[in-house]
């Protein structure tokens, strides 16, 4: 069958894509600011990963602690936040029928903004040490969500609208208390700013460990719903008229891609344009089916984050670009390319 | 088959439907009609589970529709909205598919069953040689059959349509009542219909409820329900209700104000 | 695909779950190092300004500064050639250009840090400020200073000196700095007026509050300064409020660049400061980093405040 074919590409096209994405991780983990040798860096993790297997180390100490202590967990936290970004964008931008939205169009980012200033600023949180910001940083995501949710509530129902008004509302007061707080603190200023442009200098193993279960948790629960946000596409009413408990999936879709952005917030700070744009080119080449979609767009979210933050650190050595300015940079051309490639109807 | 049990309904502090109710057994074709704000789309949601009545009930084989669950309703009854219009880049086929979705099980996916269930609704809607189409390029007619056999792959027993003739041009009309029509003589469908086109109305449908500012000011038999006095009561304007030339039922005529024919 | 996905998380996830084991720990452990010759001070434990115990093996040979007034100390001690790394910021002394960069004092490049193999890492902060936690958690010898008066430059001065091998160096010039200093304040703290004093570090009349490096160089200098009273550390005045202030002198520490930008805003000419030719423009290197150079900054804030008592 004519349909059945047309999945199997798909399906081809998602492992391709998770290969894509491996490769990716692989060369990223390779390349830095300062040349390790591949086979050093095979040999560095190999033998961190299987002692019993550990080739003979004929590499210095500063160049395992680049490839283990910096490098590696750095990709490994870039590719994680780059697929929770672009797995809420998707789940957004599919709840909200809408192709502006993005992770941070509820308030979860202005949120999380405003709890990692609190703690830059005014050293709440300290006794937490090198996690207070992190820690607040999720909370104050959390703590916007909740308002946000509350206020837009009507009859137990969730209207969409009412929804992103209040997102927005609540977006813009949090973030002028975050300026405010700039203003009122130059001493701290650029450790807020550095923190509000996101990114991975400071990306170590706890994060990675910190970060994983909330971020599988929410991943597994988008892609276990993506049949669910597929019919959501049609409309709430029509999706009801399908059998589909709409305001209890809504909330349930809601909750796991806040979470996932939360998590991303709080260790990497606001890191735009990923949660997007990634979607929308992985809708253009996949099509809008979910059950595609979402893995596809994780995946081109996890490769797409590691290779622009890979390109932040090498490119103008010994400065780090912003990689929020690499995505926009780099990713905004690529995605005008491909919509306007797209002139030809795809079928 | 389907009880509506004095219900009303209201969006905030607007009551858009007072104590209306109305009975369709099962085999049967039930009209809507009523002019526009009388209700009719109103009554058709809280009908479908999407509107909860502020009073009253809705029955369907006896139950309650809210003690079932959402699945089970989408089992018995598919629903065909006035403004089905779809945005997203599906084909055809993928569209019908979704009408599957309730009974899909767990986390399988679709089964040998589902994909036999949505040829047939496309084979009988003749939408099967769009199936490869993007959904968004159809013309009003084939997005109004598409949908059609989308609610048929849900393999209902009870079909509700709001306006299935909307934005048809004649030829499309009446291809598309003659196909309810069909389904229900040879299939035993259930259809429940909200109908703007009074003829069309008497032609197909068995019984019907004019409402009137949302309460219902008649019900019966399309003969029963449009009179003349009736329709000048409910529409404003005088008629002329004719025995069809060619069809068992009614046939109405609308004159202009100024026509004062005898 | 979906079980792709899963399987792609369960690989990662099984890499992370390794965290708890001892793979993770760090690479360099501190060498314990032979037993040297008693007079030797190696290994030496000295408290840094971050509160942390920390012991230098060996006489460093390898030094990163974290900031540009540790690298003019280090230069002072004669320990430049010591220097491997520095940061974008580190214009002073000259020769310092030659030093490869490891980016900015704010987000530098930890793997040209972690690769450059330093045997000490000079940083400015506390114990909480990332590039400190950051260099101790690749293991590397990190000690921090931390200064808001001049009587603390000297202590860092001679807390570099001690950890980078140089005591002698460190003391000698501590001496030297300190005799002029003392020879300033003697002499400002006779003086019978108070000038009141702006300070503009920024064009946009950003100024210093109370508990800044310059609010102490001011009082020290024998002025007051105008924001001294007021919440904050670095705050902006409008021009309004800086003419209400009215200051006796103001003392421009911006690039050179930007005076022109400073001087064509409304109201400037209107300062008593302007009127009266006291305003100074000093090279804002020069009277804001806590390094060797600090004396010439007081002095010359002094010299323009009090010139009466400089002749």
């Known amino acids: 069958m004519d349909l059945e074919r047309r999945w199997e590409a798909r399906r081809h096209a998602v492992w391709l894509m998770a290969a894509a994405t491996v490769l990716v991780m692989v060369v990223a983990v390779g390349m830095g600011a300062v040349p390790v040798p591949a086979g050093h860096v095979i040999g560095i993790i190999t033998g961190r990963l299987v002692p019993a297997f550990a080739p003979t180390s004929s590499w210095t100490a500063s160049h395992e602690t680049i490839v283990w202590v910096i490098r590696l967990p750095r990709v490994l936290l870039a590719g994680m936040v780059g697929a929770a970004l672009a797995l809420a964008g998707a789940t957004y931008q599919g709840v909200f029928r809408n192709p502006m939205a993005d992770p941070f169009v509820i308030g979860v980012s202005s949120g999380g903004a405003l709890g990692a200033v609190l703690a830059i600023v005014l050293g709440w949180g300290r006794g937490l040490g090198q996690y207070a910001i992190p820690a607040f940083a999720f909370g104050g995501a959390v703590v916007a969500l909740a308002l946000v949710y509350t206020l837009a509530r009507i009859d137990g129902k969730l209207p969409v609208v009412t929804l992103l008004l209040a997102g927005v509302a609540m977006s813009t007061i949090l973030s002028a208390l975050v300026s405010l707080l700039i203003v009122l603190s130059r001493q701290r200023m650029e450790q807020v700013i550095f923190w509000l442009m996101g990114g991975f200098t400071s990306a170590r193993w706890s994060s990675v460990g910190l970060s994983l279960p909330y971020m599988i948790l929410g991943a597994l629960v988008l892609l276990r719903r993506s049949r669910e946000l597929n019919v959501m596409l049609l409309g709430e009413e029509a999706a009801t008229h399908l059998g589909l408990d709409v305001e209890r999936v809504k909330r349930e879709l809601l909750a796991a891609a806040a979470l996932l952005t939360a998590t991303a917030v709080s260790v990497a700070g606001l890191i735009g344009f990923v949660g997007l744009v990634i979607p929308h080119m992985v809708r253009l080449t996949l099509g809008p089916d979910q059950r595609w979609l979402l893995p596809g767009a994780a995946l081109t979210g996890a490769s797409g984050l590691v290779l622009a933050d890979l390109l932040a650190r090498t490119v103008m050595v010994p400065a780090e670009l912003p990689v929020g300015v690499v995505t926009a940079l780099v990713g905004g051309p690529f995605f005008l390319f491909l919509l306007v490639r797209r002139k030809k109807p795809r079928r | ?262 | 695909m979906r079980k792709t996905f899963v399987g792609l998380v369960l690989v990662v996830m099984l890499v992370a779950s390794l965290s708890g084991c001892n793979w993770f720990s760090q690479t360099s452990a501190t060498p314990t190092p032979a037993p040297a010759p008693p007079p030797s001070p190696w290994p030496l434990a000295v408290t840094d300004r971050s509160g942390q115990q920390v012991t230098i093996a060996a006489q460093p040979g390898r030094i990163i500064s974290m900031a540009p007034n540790l690298t003019e100390i280090l230069f002072a001690l004669n320990l430049g050639s010591k220097v491997v790394g520095r940061t974008s910021f580190c214009n002073h002394p000259p020769e310092a250009a030659a030093i490869p960069s490891v980016g900015d004092e704010w987000s530098p490049n930890y793997e040209l840090i972690a690769g450059l193999k330093p045997d000490l890492v000079l940083a400015v902060g506390t114990a909480e400020s990332k590039i400190v936690v950051e260099s101790r958690r690749l293991g590397l010898t990190t000690v921090v200073t931390q200064s808001a008066t001049i009587e603390e430059v000297f202590e860092d001065i001679v807390l570099v000196g001690k950890v980078a091998g140089a005591t002698q160096a460190a003391e000698q010039l501590v001496d030297t700095l300190r005799g002029r200093y003392h020879a300033i304040k003697e002499k400002t703290r006779d003086a019978k007026d108070r000038p009141s004093v702006f300070w503009v570090i920024d064009i946009d009349l950003w100024t210093v509050g109370p508990g800044t490096f310059m609010d102490h160089l001011t009082t020290v200098a024998g002025g007051v300064n105008v924001a001294a009273s007021e919440g904050f550390a670095y705050l902006q005045y409008s021009m309004e409020a800086l003419l209400a202030k009215d200051p006796d002198v103001i003392i421009v520490a911006v690039p050179k660049d930007e005076y022109p930008k400073l001087q064509a805003k409304p109201g400037w000419d209107q300062l008593s400061a302007v009127k009266n030719q006291r305003v100074l423009f000093p090279d804002p290197d020069v009277v804001s980093r806590p390094g060797p150079r600090i004396v010439d900054g007081l002095e010359l804030v002094a010299r323009g405040l009090h010139p009466q008592l400089f002749r």
């Open chain 2, 1 to 262: 088959m389907l009880t509506v049990d004095r219900i009303t309904c209201s969006y905030r502090n607007f009551v858009a439907v007072r104590e209306v109710s109305f009975h369709v057994p099962a085999g049967a074709i039930l009209g809507i009609a009523g002019p526009n704000g009388s209700g009719k789309t109103t009554v058709l949601r809280a009908a479908s589970r999407v509107l909860r009545p502020r009073v009253g009930r809705v029955l369907v084989d006896g139950r309650d529709i809210y003690s079932l669950s959402h699945r089970e309703v989408a089992r018995t009854m598919a629903v065909v909205s006035q403004n089905g219009q779809v945005d997203v880049e599906l084909t055809v086929e993928e569209l019908v598919l979704m009408g599957r979705y309730p009974h899909l099980e767990g986390m399988r996916g679709e089964q040998a069953t589902d994909f036999e269930a949505a040829r047939r609704a496309m084979e009988v809607t003749s939408t099967d040689r769009l199936a490869g189409r993007l959904v968004t390029t159809l013309s009003g007619g084939e997005r109004q059959r598409v949908q059609l056999a989308r609610a048929l792959a849900q393999e209902p027993r009870l079909l509700m349509l709001d306006e299935p003739t909307a934005y048809l041009d004649i030829g499309y009309q009446v291809e598309i009542m003659d196909l309810i029509a069909r389904l229900n003589a040879s299939t035993g469908l259930t259809v429940v219909m909200v109908m703007h086109d009074l003829n069309l109305a008497a032609r197909f449908c068995h019984h019907l409820v004019m409402l009137k500012d949302g309460r219902v000011r008649a019900s019966g038999t399309p003969a029963e329900v449009l009179g003349p006095g009736l329709l000048q009561e409910v529409y404003g304007i005088q008629v002329l209700v004719q025995p069809h030339p060619l069809y068992p039922c009614p046939h109405v005529v609308p004159l202009s104000a100024h026509d004062h024919l005898a």
